[in-house]
Each structure stands twice: as structure tokens, then as C-alpha cells.
């Protein structure tokens, strides 16, 4: 398990292009790996595991001091990939391209696993501590709380798809889902927003290997961006705006943690205020 320290918004200004790659940008999706960063704003893990030749256990490893990884933790699980199988406790949960899987506190052993090694899941992970259990649950696309906003003329049609939040899967303070953009749609949380009560991630994915996302971050004053690919996430402290334009549609995954689970609890930003 990799380690990320905090950067102030104060430091954030100094950066270099490399610097705020190194501290907020995260590659995670390695075939027949679970990979897993463990960053110090709200204590969120990140992670991805991709099953190959055989199945992949989630482990604590020594940075949480825990007997097993659930032990203190909540996880949101989305599959990205193809079909696989997340086993917990000797549940077995199916999972198809885009569904969703919350694991609760307490839970002791998971593992992840592939249909077909060809045609590999990948399955991204997001972990928060959690000091309430609630039960493991399977969030199938079709059953995913979906809200159509933005417009054509904005170039921001979308869908997102609700999994973890306070009026649908329960959990402790982790809240998670995803937005499809339309074909002609490029732009993301835009106008744009900081969450002073949480910290959030994005995980971008659904672009070919020409395209990329610039996605915006930094105090509303004072932004930069990162130009971020196809299965990389970014991290978002409470200061940091986080908002994308694609050179092409595309697929976020968003996940959060922190105060609150409100869904519009946002600091608004407006964009002739941005610079």
C-alpha cells in the first residue's frame, strides 16, 4: 500500500506540473494486481484490482494496524472491466460492467475474481473509516438512483448514476456513484463547486488512448489542472475545486467522505469568478 501526504492549498500554489501530478494524480489498474494508496485527507483509500490468472484478496497490510481491511473501514466497489465476482465472508456478489458492490464494516474476507482472464474485471475500490456497520450490498446499474442534467448547448449532457448515498445503499459516511457523459458532452461539474465538509475523488475512465480529460482544481481563484487518462483518479482535498473538459465524452466515477452525506451540500463557484 502506497502513502500520500496532505498538500495545503498554501504549498499547492508553489507546484510545479510535476509536483501536483505526483500528489494528486493516481494510477491505479494493473493486470492481475490489487493496487491500494492510502492518502491522509480523510484517511481515504484508493485502490483497483484487476483478477487475472486467479483471485485477488483485499488485505490491511500494516499501515491500518488492523486484523483485516473492513476491521474499521467501509468500502464502495465499482467494476469497470468485465465481469467478475467480489466474495465476501463466502457471499458471492456478480458484477457486471458498471455495477456497484458496497462491502460494510466488519466484513472479513474479500476477494475479487474474473469471469474470463481475457476479458479481465477491473474493479475500483474507495475505503473511508467507518465507526457504524451496515450490511454489504449489490448496486446493479439498472436499480442506481439516475438524475439527467446540463444541456446540448453547454456541452455538459449527462447521467449520474447514485449508488452510496443517504436516501439509497446505507453506509456510515461514504458516498459513491458515477456520471456518463453524452456523445458531444465534454465538460464536468461545471459551473463548479468545493465541498469545505468533504474531500472527494475522481476516477476517469471510458476514453481510448488519443483522449484525455483536463480536469481543474485548486481554490477558485487560483486553479491549475491536471491532464489525466483513460483509468486515472485524482484526488480532492476540501479547498480544491474538481471539475473536467475532455478532449471527448466520457466516464467519471465520483466517491466522497467526510461531515456529511448531502448530495448538493456544495460551496458554489461561479464561473466569471473563476480564474
Known amino acids: ?158 447521467t449520474i448514476y447514485q449508488y452510496i448515498h443517504e436516501n439509497g445503499i446505507k453506509s456510515c459516511q461514504l458516498v459513491m456513484g458515477f456520471t456518463v457523459l453524452e456523445p458531444g458532452s465534454v465538460w464536468n461539474t461545471m459551473p463548479c463547486h468545493t465541498h469545505e465538509r468533504r474531500t472527494e475523488v475522481y476516477l476517469y475512465f471510458g476514453l481510448d488512448e488519443t483522449s484525455k480529460v483536463f480536469h481543474m482544481m485548486g481554490p477558485g481563484n487560483e486553479t491549475r489542472h491536471l491532464v489525466v487518462g483513460d483509468g486515472q483518479a485524482v484526488i480532492s482535498p476540501m479547498w480544491s475545486i474538481h471539475s473536467g473538459c475532455g478532449t471527448k465524452a466520457y466516464t467519471f466515477c465520483w466517491g466522497m467522505g467526510g461531515e456529511n452525506q448531502r448530495f448538493d451540500d456544495m460551496d458554489h463557484i461561479a464561473i466569471a469568478d473563476l480564474k
Open 1 to 158: 500500500m502506497d502513502v500520500r501526504y496532505t498538500v495545503g492549498k498554501n504549498e499547492y500554489k508553489r507546484m510545479t506540473t510535476g509536483e501536483l501530478r505526483d500528489a494528486f494524480l493516481v494510477d491505479l489498474f494493473e493486470a492481475g494486481t490489487l493496487n491500494l494508496l492510502y492518502c491522509e485527507v480523510e484517511r481515504a483509500i484508493v485502490g483497483a484490482a484487476v483478477p487475472t490468472t486467479g483471485p485477488l484478496t483485499l488485505e490491511a497490510g500494516k499501515e491500518l494496524a488492523a486484523d483485516y481491511f473492513c476491521q474499521r473501514r467501509e468500502v464502495g466497489v465499482l467494476n469497470i472491466g468485465g465481469t467478475g465476482t467480489v466474495t465476501v465472508d463466502g457471499t458471492e456478489y456478480a458484477m457486471e460492467n458498471l455495477d456497484g458492490l458496497y462491502i460494510g464494516r466488519g466484513s472479513q474476507a474479500v476477494r475479487f475474481a474474473s469471469a474470463d482472464a481475457a476479458a479481465p474485471a477491473k474493479f475500483y475500490l474507495i475505503s473511508y473509516p467507518a465507526h457504524a456497520a451496515y450490511p454489504t450490498t449489490l448496486a446493479k446499474k439498472a436499480d442506481a438512483n439516475a438524475i439527467r442534467m446540463g444541456t446540448v448547448e453547454d456541452a455538459n449532457k449527462r
